[in-house]
């Protein structure tokens, strides 16, 4: 009987032990928040002083990007801003348009696709809902800018609108984003 006891008892302890042990080896899945970015890597956090260029002089710009690539000119190609100047940083990696001296629109030529709805948190925004989607992009409005959008509004004070677009056989880049500023908002991020 003794031995019976003791076959069992040795048996259920290392029964117990493995089970502990394939419980500590598990990988834990955690679900991820809306608040954090969703990614397999690493999250490049190289992107998050745009917000400390948004509606800032060309010189504080440098001071970020380093010098231009050119010379700053004026631009025929001004989209919502009624006249602008043009400006390319870092071999084209960031063109900027300027209003009154002021950073208000910036295209975001990304060396990785970022296209999925936490792109506005690639850039250092928190999270949002689009406003929608299309098959080519992805676009964030504001309530001023919303358009015939019925989505959810983004509540960043100052920001027209952020738009990420998927890559095509035109974009040398896999895709980019793009970050229009209200032009008649001058303060700082």
Sequence with gaps: MKKTVYAWSLFFTTALIISCNQAENKEKTVEPSRETVKVDQPVDTSHFFIRSILNRSPKEVANKLGNPDGKIKASTDCDYLPS????TYQNDRYEVLYYNNRLKWIQINIS????NDHALQYIGFPYRDPTFTTEDGIYWR??????????????INGI???DVFAATSLNQYQGYILVTVE???DKKF
């Design 84 to 87: 602008c100047n043009e400006a």
């Design 112 to 115: 990785r696709e970022v296209f």
């Design 142 to 155: 504001s309530p001023t800018h919303k358009g015939t959008a019925s989505g959810p509004m983004i509540q």
């Design 160 to 162: 027209r609108e952020i």
């Design 183 to 185: 032009t008649d908002y």
